[in-house]
């Protein structure tokens, strides 16, 4: 049994799945298996996927389901992943040659019950690490620490054990939203375990003009709800500040607006932060609608 679960949610990408699966075909450790799960793509990325397992080169699980959004494919990978560990690599993204390697050898050295997974660094295309950005030179921290404590602002790559993601999927599916953060997840898990430190390169990014980094305020108006539970529990976590607190309450009023969320203030879990945060919130949500208008 392979200890790693490559994960890859898939959405109209089969032109960009090719460089994914070369670099899992040079990888230096073949302890993984690659699971896809097919967020109701309308191209050939079926057929595509289909002629890899046919080559039988690597082991490959592909589920096609109804488009839903990348937390619902989320939803249905952590519930057939079967591994130890569980690490997503976007449909547009690849992994270095010794990426499994450094992950699984790693956690054979370092793993314990006391940590939830571990947190390497992404590359852009150029070979450097985001933002030019290492990771603090720490044997463990909490995710929410990366942002409060270290002020650390370039995107990270995260392995879990799948047992605990498990433990908080699935996420809420709201009604005609599919922009849920699956960080929302992770955050989850944050409240349990720190993770171990790596700083190697888990995974080169190549950010699409239609992913979800480059849409944000798009996705902002069209997946409120979502956003809402998602700031709902940044501002709940331990170990944030209270201006991180206060950020999120901003947001949450937002989102709580854009909404037309009734039961907006009771529900927040910081109340004080919320009402202080009312004239804030309005003042996003009327940029976010000038922004968005076309």
Known sequence: MPILTVFTPAYNRADLLERLYNSLLSQTNANFKWLIIDDGSSDNTQSVVENWKAENKIPIECYFKENGGIHTAYNLGIEKADTELFICIDSDDFMPEDGVENITKFWERNG?????????????????????????????LYITELATKYKFDADVKMVHKTKLLKEVAPMKVFPGEKNFNPIYLFLKVDEKLPMLVLN????????????????????????????AELRKLNMSMSRVTPAFIFKNAVHYVSSSIIAKKRDW????????????????????????????RN
């Open 200 to 227: 190697k390169n888990f995974c080169f990014v190549d950010y699409q003009e239609t992913g979800m980094a480059n849409n944000i305020l798009n996705q902002f108006m069209n997946s409120p709800r979502s956003f």
């Open 265 to 292: 203030f009771s529900d927040s879990p910081k109340k004080a932060y919320t009402l202080l945060a009312i004239p804030f919130g309005i003042a996003l949500t009327i940029y976010l609608k000038i922004k968005t």
């Open 112 to 140: 314990s019950e006391d940590v939830a997974g571990i947190i390497g660094l992404d590359y852009d295309l150029d070979g450097k690490p985001l933002k030019n950005r290492m990771l603090p030179e720490v044997d463990k």
